[in-house]
Protein backbone atom coordinates (compact mmCIF):
# COMPACT_ATOMS: atom_id res chain seq x y z
CA UNK A 1 0.00 0.00 0.00
CA UNK A 2 0.99 3.74 -0.15
CA UNK A 3 2.84 5.28 2.20
CA UNK A 4 2.92 8.74 3.98
CA UNK A 5 3.07 11.38 1.00
CA UNK A 6 3.73 15.08 1.43
CA UNK A 7 3.22 17.95 -0.48
CA UNK A 8 4.90 20.07 -2.03
CA UNK A 9 8.59 18.04 -2.07
CA UNK A 10 10.15 21.72 -2.27
CA UNK A 11 8.89 25.01 -1.55
CA UNK A 12 10.45 28.63 -1.60
CA UNK A 13 8.84 31.44 -0.27
CA UNK A 14 9.51 35.40 0.53
CA UNK A 15 9.77 36.25 3.37
CA UNK A 16 6.16 37.31 4.48
CA UNK A 17 4.25 35.00 2.31
CA UNK A 18 1.93 32.39 3.83
CA UNK A 19 2.39 28.57 2.72
CA UNK A 20 0.56 25.71 3.10
CA UNK A 21 2.00 22.15 3.55
CA UNK A 22 -0.15 19.13 2.75
CA UNK A 23 0.41 15.25 4.07
CA UNK A 24 -1.26 12.15 3.31
CA UNK A 25 -1.27 10.00 5.69
CA UNK A 26 -1.41 6.29 5.52
CA UNK A 27 -4.82 4.76 5.03
CA UNK A 28 -6.55 3.99 8.41
CA UNK A 29 -3.90 5.17 10.57
CA UNK A 30 -5.56 7.07 13.20
CA UNK A 31 -2.70 9.53 14.45
CA UNK A 32 -0.61 12.22 12.47
CA UNK A 33 1.85 14.12 13.70
CA UNK A 34 4.07 17.06 12.47
CA UNK A 35 7.84 17.60 12.87
CA UNK A 36 10.37 19.93 12.02
CA UNK A 37 14.14 18.88 11.28
CA UNK A 38 16.13 22.09 10.89
CA UNK A 39 19.96 22.00 9.72
CA UNK A 40 22.34 19.70 12.11
CA UNK A 41 19.53 19.37 14.36
CA UNK A 42 16.68 16.29 15.47
CA UNK A 43 13.56 16.44 14.89
CA UNK A 44 11.38 18.70 16.56
CA UNK A 45 7.56 17.94 17.47
CA UNK A 46 5.35 20.16 16.49
CA UNK A 47 1.88 19.56 16.10
CA UNK A 48 0.10 15.70 16.82
CA UNK A 49 -3.50 14.50 16.27
CA UNK A 50 -5.23 11.15 17.73
CA UNK A 51 -8.68 10.77 15.82
CA UNK A 52 -11.00 12.98 16.71
CA UNK A 53 -9.13 14.40 19.71
CA UNK A 54 -8.04 17.87 20.35
CA UNK A 55 -4.39 17.72 18.83
CA UNK A 56 -1.56 18.93 21.20
CA UNK A 57 -0.27 21.21 19.61
CA UNK A 58 2.00 22.16 22.31
CA UNK A 59 5.30 21.91 20.23
CA UNK A 60 4.28 24.87 17.31
CA UNK A 61 6.86 27.62 18.07
CA UNK A 62 4.71 30.62 17.59
CA UNK A 63 1.11 31.73 16.79
CA UNK A 64 2.11 31.99 12.68
CA UNK A 65 1.81 28.31 13.02
CA UNK A 66 -1.19 26.35 12.78
CA UNK A 67 -2.29 22.56 11.56
CA UNK A 68 -5.54 21.10 10.75
CA UNK A 69 -6.73 17.73 10.10
CA UNK A 70 -10.18 16.98 7.74
CA UNK A 71 -12.12 14.07 7.92
CA UNK A 72 -9.71 12.55 10.07
CA UNK A 73 -7.05 11.71 7.19
CA UNK A 74 -5.15 14.59 5.49
CA UNK A 75 -3.21 17.21 6.81
CA UNK A 76 -2.21 20.92 6.24
CA UNK A 77 0.13 22.68 7.92
CA UNK A 78 0.13 26.35 7.56
CA UNK A 79 2.73 29.08 8.31
CA UNK A 80 1.43 32.45 8.14
CA UNK A 81 4.08 35.53 7.47
CA UNK A 82 7.16 33.41 7.33
CA UNK A 83 10.66 34.09 8.14
CA UNK A 84 13.93 33.44 7.60
CA UNK A 85 14.48 30.70 10.45
CA UNK A 86 11.22 29.08 9.38
CA UNK A 87 13.77 26.99 6.76
CA UNK A 88 13.82 23.80 7.55
CA UNK A 89 12.53 20.02 6.32
CA UNK A 90 9.03 19.45 7.83
CA UNK A 91 8.30 15.94 8.03
CA UNK A 92 4.94 14.06 8.42
CA UNK A 93 4.32 11.16 9.91
CA UNK A 94 1.00 8.61 10.57
CA UNK A 95 0.82 5.30 12.92
CA UNK A 96 -2.01 2.96 14.03
CA UNK A 97 -2.36 4.05 17.68
CA UNK A 98 -2.04 1.16 19.68
CA UNK A 99 -1.82 3.14 22.84
CA UNK A 100 1.02 1.92 24.79
CA UNK A 101 4.45 3.29 23.25
CA UNK A 102 5.47 0.51 21.22
CA UNK A 103 3.30 1.84 17.97
CA UNK A 104 5.49 2.80 15.28
CA UNK A 105 6.03 5.89 13.43
CA UNK A 106 6.11 5.85 9.59
CA UNK A 107 7.28 8.93 7.85
CA UNK A 108 6.84 11.02 4.70
CA UNK A 109 9.57 12.04 2.44
CA UNK A 110 9.41 16.03 3.87
CA UNK A 111 8.78 19.19 2.30
CA UNK A 112 12.14 21.34 2.46
CA UNK A 113 10.92 25.11 3.15
CA UNK A 114 13.25 27.59 1.95
CA UNK A 115 12.08 31.44 3.23
CA UNK A 116 14.21 33.84 1.27
CA UNK B 1 12.50 15.93 30.63
CA UNK B 2 13.04 12.80 28.07
CA UNK B 3 16.24 13.01 25.74
CA UNK B 4 18.18 11.41 23.58
CA UNK B 5 21.76 11.97 22.81
CA UNK B 6 23.85 10.58 20.05
CA UNK B 7 27.77 10.81 19.10
CA UNK B 8 28.36 13.45 17.06
CA UNK B 9 29.03 12.55 13.41
CA UNK B 10 29.84 12.41 10.80
CA UNK B 11 31.41 9.15 10.56
CA UNK B 12 33.42 7.97 8.28
CA UNK B 13 34.18 4.17 7.39
CA UNK B 14 35.64 1.72 4.66
CA UNK B 15 33.53 -0.51 3.10
CA UNK B 16 33.74 -3.76 5.61
CA UNK B 17 34.35 -1.72 9.18
CA UNK B 18 32.85 -2.24 12.29
CA UNK B 19 30.40 0.19 13.10
CA UNK B 20 29.32 1.54 16.29
CA UNK B 21 26.77 4.54 16.78
CA UNK B 22 26.48 5.45 20.06
CA UNK B 23 22.81 6.50 21.81
CA UNK B 24 22.15 7.03 25.29
CA UNK B 25 18.32 8.16 26.90
CA UNK B 26 17.38 9.57 29.77
CA UNK B 27 13.52 8.66 30.48
CA UNK B 28 10.98 8.56 33.03
CA UNK B 29 9.53 4.74 33.24
CA UNK B 30 10.26 2.26 30.73
CA UNK B 31 10.67 3.93 27.05
CA UNK B 32 10.80 1.59 23.73
CA UNK B 33 13.75 2.77 21.62
CA UNK B 34 14.11 2.70 18.13
CA UNK B 35 16.80 3.62 15.35
CA UNK B 36 15.45 5.20 12.39
CA UNK B 37 17.56 5.91 8.97
CA UNK B 38 16.96 8.60 6.51
CA UNK B 39 18.81 7.53 3.45
CA UNK B 40 20.06 10.49 0.51
CA UNK B 41 16.42 12.72 -0.53
CA UNK B 42 14.01 10.16 1.80
CA UNK B 43 11.84 10.45 4.60
CA UNK B 44 13.29 8.33 7.94
CA UNK B 45 12.12 5.06 7.85
CA UNK B 46 12.33 2.29 11.23
CA UNK B 47 15.34 0.76 10.93
CA UNK B 48 15.02 -1.50 14.54
CA UNK B 49 13.07 -1.23 17.72
CA UNK B 50 13.19 -2.70 21.05
CA UNK B 51 10.01 -2.20 23.94
CA UNK B 52 11.98 -3.48 26.80
CA UNK B 53 15.36 -4.20 28.69
CA UNK B 54 17.42 -6.43 27.55
CA UNK B 55 15.42 -6.73 23.69
CA UNK B 56 17.72 -7.21 21.00
CA UNK B 57 16.24 -5.21 17.77
CA UNK B 58 17.60 -6.46 14.49
CA UNK B 59 17.09 -5.14 11.23
CA UNK B 60 20.06 -5.84 7.67
CA UNK B 61 22.83 -6.68 10.21
CA UNK B 62 22.57 -3.86 12.03
CA UNK B 63 21.25 -4.67 16.08
CA UNK B 64 20.80 -2.93 18.96
CA UNK B 65 20.48 -4.29 22.52
CA UNK B 66 18.02 -2.36 25.06
CA UNK B 67 20.38 -1.58 28.31
CA UNK B 68 18.74 -0.25 31.03
CA UNK B 69 21.69 -0.27 33.38
CA UNK B 70 23.32 1.84 31.10
CA UNK B 71 20.45 3.60 30.12
CA UNK B 72 22.19 2.83 26.15
CA UNK B 73 20.74 1.65 22.55
CA UNK B 74 24.06 1.57 20.80
CA UNK B 75 23.22 1.20 17.22
CA UNK B 76 25.99 -1.64 15.39
CA UNK B 77 26.89 -3.68 12.36
CA UNK B 78 29.68 -6.00 11.38
CA UNK B 79 30.46 -4.98 8.42
CA UNK B 80 28.91 -1.97 6.62
CA UNK B 81 28.47 -1.33 3.10
CA UNK B 82 28.57 2.00 0.64
CA UNK B 83 24.64 1.67 0.57
CA UNK B 84 24.81 2.08 4.37
CA UNK B 85 25.22 5.54 4.11
CA UNK B 86 22.64 7.80 5.64
CA UNK B 87 21.76 9.78 8.52
CA UNK B 88 20.45 7.54 11.48
CA UNK B 89 18.38 8.24 14.76
CA UNK B 90 17.78 6.75 17.60
CA UNK B 91 14.65 8.06 19.28
CA UNK B 92 12.88 7.25 22.43
CA UNK B 93 8.37 7.03 23.24
CA UNK B 94 8.15 6.80 26.61
CA UNK B 95 4.36 6.48 28.12
CA UNK B 96 2.93 9.15 25.58
CA UNK B 97 2.97 9.79 22.08
CA UNK B 98 5.61 11.94 21.64
CA UNK B 99 8.82 10.95 19.86
CA UNK B 100 11.72 12.43 21.33
CA UNK B 101 14.61 12.26 18.61
CA UNK B 102 18.60 12.61 18.90
CA UNK B 103 20.50 14.81 16.61
CA UNK B 104 21.46 12.27 14.67
CA UNK B 105 25.08 10.45 13.25
CA UNK B 106 25.92 10.76 9.62
CA UNK B 107 27.47 7.85 8.43
CA UNK B 108 29.67 8.03 5.17
CA UNK B 109 31.20 3.95 4.02
CA UNK B 110 33.64 4.50 1.74
CA UNK B 111 34.22 1.86 -1.24
Known amino acids: GAGVSQSPSNKVTEKGKDVELRCDPISGHTALYWYRQSLGQGLEFLIY????????KSGLPSDRFSAERTGGSVSTLTIQRTQQEDSAVYLC??????????????FGPGTRLLVL | GDSVTQMEGPVTLSEEAFLTINCTYT??????LFWYVQYPGEGLQLLLK?????DKGSNKGFEATYRKETTSFHLEKGSVQVSDSAVYFCALISGTYKYIFGTGTRLKVLA
Open chain 1, 93 to 106: ASSQRQGNNKETQY
Open chain 1, 49 to 56: FQGNSAPD
Open chain 2, 27 to 32: ATGYPS
Open chain 2, 50 to 54: ATKAD
